[in-house]
């Protein structure tokens, strides 16, 4: 049955599947699952589900119930891995800053959760694009909450360390690309159907290499930042913001007033 | 899967994906920026230059040479303040941004923040950097008051002078954090 699968479509899946392999053992030989433990689970799923797949299409076809059931049911799992994978990359950035961890952390839930039901509501594909819909919005929500501990970590200036960067990178675009994916795939499945499998594994093989590169620049030991007492901002912050205020109102002020002409 | 959600999925992808690398960019280029405590050193900088300013901006003066010297004389000593108040007005700027950043970076080292506090700070520093512009818009054309410019510098250097006082206040232990934390990853 896999023979009947066109040659590069094999390639590629021999390709990602010996990449998340290889991944696989490097985080286990260099003792990162410790660092990593949801990326380890995510990327052992994941090779989980490749021999699933490949047991599922040799012996049931591609058009069976138990394939269909086998490579979607599975496919749920590795998402929910994911999402697992992003919630530490978020926790990496930020965990240690407790007070803004704990304002990003309900910010970006919130983010997400709104994301992925406004994707549930609105997409309108009935039962047959049901699956996919559920991963594209599985998806948002991995995308809006990396996205977003980003953004907050920019803002901030809280270093990232620069495996945590290539993780982050990974899981953004891997998300990002999905979704785009899914939907050239929904809207033009004729001209699209042929494609779509390849262009998934050569993202996922790029992302890959990326979260190769990540565990390459990981560090065994990671210094932990050492927090103030709680009451330098609880003075110092009220203060700056009122004095800011008073700056927008001289600003106000400044432009409403002409300079006087000689 | 109707055009209108294809779309907006299209674009939300594309746009988290340019906002996803334009962050990590930008976190990127921003570990070259000097330490926190290099920054609380040099944070007021510009504002020691108010007084001069000031002085330089008092209309009696343009008066003076606009009866004295001809209405051409006092056009380009009125062009040549405008550059200098102009100038004034980016360093002021400057100084504010290294005073928010400041101000951030005892946020992040905090063990607790509050939200609306956090918030308030966001909104105010986007509504300074609004009108900052459309002040300098109009200092440019030559429709801003100067001795106004002159008290916004008092209040950015009374904004300094308070962050200093507190930060010596309640020891060094917040600027050696903040430059623990922005040196970790090294």
């Known amino acids: 049955m896999l023979s009947s699968l066109p040659t590069l479509d094999l390639l590629l899946w021999a390709v ?66 994911r999402t697992l994978a992003a919630c530490e990359f978020c926790y990496r950035v930020l965990g240690h800053y407790t007070g803004v961890w704990a304002l990003a952390s309900r910010i970006l839930l919130i983010c997400g959760a709104v994301v992925l039901t406004l994707t549930l509501l609105f997409s309108h594909d009935g039962f047959r694009y049901a699956v996919m819909t559920l991963e594209i919005a599985v998806e948002a929500f991995i995308a809006t909450i990396v996205v977003g501990i980003v953004l907050f970590a920019h803002h901030y200036e809280a270093p990232i360390e620069p495996s945590s960067m290539l993780l982050g990178l990974g899981l953004g675009l891997n998300s990002c690309i999905k979704i785009l994916n899914d939907a050239v795939l929904s809207r033009y499945w004729n001209n699209y159907s042929g494609m779509w499998n390849e262009v998934a594994m050569v993202a996922f093989a790029g992302v890959l290499v990326l979260w190769i590169f990540a565990m390459r620049a990981a560090n065994v030991h990671v210094p932990k930042p050492e927090l103030q007492a709680a009451d330098i901002y609880s003075k110092l912050v009220p203060q700056m913001n009122r004095r800011l205020a008073e700056l927008n109102d001289q600003l106000v002020h400044l432009f409403k007033t002409e300079q006087p002409r000689p | 899967m109707s055009y209108a959600f294809f779309i907006t999925g299209v674009l939300f992808a594309a746009g988290l994906a340019a906002l996803l690398l334009w962050s990590f960019r930008s976190t990127r280029r921003s570990k070259r920026r000097p330490d926190a405590l290099a920054v609380l050193d040099s944070a007021p900088q510009h504002l020691c230059n108010m007084g001069p300013i000031r002085r330089s901006q008092d209309a009696a003066d343009l008066r003076y040479v606009a009866d004295r010297g001809g209405s051409g004389l006092a056009g380009r000593l009125r062009h040549e303040r405008r550059d200098v108040a102009l100038l004034y007005l980016n360093s002021l700027r400057t100084d504010f941004d290294q005073l928010l950043r400041i101000a951030r970076v005892v946020a992040l080292l905090s063990p607790e923040i509050s939200s609306t506090h956090e918030y308030e700070r ?55 954090a903040a430059n623990l934390a922005l040196t970790s990853d090294q």
């Not at chain 1, 040799?58 to 929910?80: D, E, I, R």
């Open chain 1, 16 to 81: 990602t599947t010996l990449t998340g392999l290889f991944l696989f053992c490097f985080i286990l030989t260099r003792h990162l699952d410790r660092q990593f433990p949801f990326l380890t689970l995510y990327l052992g799923v994941n090779l989980l589900q490749t021999a699933a797949q490949l047991f599922v299409y040799q012996f049931y076809g591609f058009s069976s119930n138990v394939t269909y059931v086998v490579a979607w049911g599975s496919q749920a799992l590795v998402v929910v891995a």
């Open chain 2, 122 to 176: 966001l909104r105010l520093s986007v509504l300074f950097r609004i009108r900052f512009e459309v002040v300098r818009l109009r200092l440019f054309v030559g429709r801003a008051a100067m001795p106004q410019l002159a008290s916004l510098g008092e209040m950015v250097s009374s904004l300094a002078i308070r962050m200093e006082t507190a930060m010596q206040t309640l020891g060094e232990r917040a600027a050696l």
